[in-house]
C-alpha cells in the first residue's frame, strides 16, 4: 500500500475543533440516494459493491462479532444472525440508515451495507463469499436482511 491510499486508522484522525466528529444522517441519505442511487448508472451498483467490499476488506475486525460490533459502533445499524446453516447465514439489521425514509415498493437501497459486510466476511472468514439484500425497510420490510452464501 502506497502512503497515498487511506486506512481506516486514518478516517479516525478527526481534527474538528468546532463542527466535531459527526455528520448528520440527511448528509449521508443524500450522497447515497440523490448523489449515488439517482446520479449514477443501474442505481449505483456496481460502484456501491466496489466501495462497500473495499471499506469491508479495511475494517479492523477479526470475527463476525467484531464486524457486528463495528457496525453498531459505527452507527450503521444493529445487525444480528436470524438464521444460519452450512451454507448461508441471514443477518437482520434493525434501525439501519434508511429507517423512516418513505416506503417504495421493489425498492432495495442498502447495498453498500451489504457489500461491506461481503468484504469483511471474505477476509474474516478466508473465503468466498456473497452478500445480497433481501430485505429492506424502504421497500416496506420490518427490517433490512442480508443473504450470506458461503
Known amino acids: 500500500m502506497s502512503r497515498a491510499d487511506f486506512t481506516f486508522e486514518d478516517m ?22 440523490i448523489g449515488m442511487y439517482q446520479g449514477l ?10 466501495i462497500g467490499r473495499k471499506i469491508g476488506e479495511n475494517l479492523p475486525a477479526a470475527s463476525i462479532e467484531e464486524l457486528f460490533e463495528l457496525f453498531r459502533s459505527l452507527k450503521i445499524g444493529l445487525p444480528s444472525i436470524v438464521k444460519q446453516d452450512e451454507r ?29 459486510m461481503e468484504g469483511a466476511l471474505q477476509r474474516i472468514l478466508n473465503r468466498p463469499v456473497t452478500v445480497r439484500e433481501v430485505k429492506c425497510n ?13
Open 12 to 33: 479516525k484522525s478527526i481534527n474538528r475543533t468546532s463542527l466535531g466528529d459527526t455528520v448528520p444522517l440527511e448528509l449521508f441519505r443524500t450522497i447515497r440516494l
Open 41 to 50: 448508472p443501474m442505481g449505483g451498483r456496481g460502484t456501491t459493491a466496489t
Open 88 to 116: 448461508t447465514i441471514r443477518i437482520a439489521v434493525e434501525d439501519c440508515f434508511c429507517k423512516g425514509l418513505p416506503v417504495q415498493e421493489e425498492k432495495m437501497v442498502c447495498d453498500l451495507e451489504g457489500a461491506i
Open 138 to 150: 424502504v421497500n416496506g420490510d420490518e427490517h433490512c436482511e442480508y443473504e450470506v452464501r458461503l
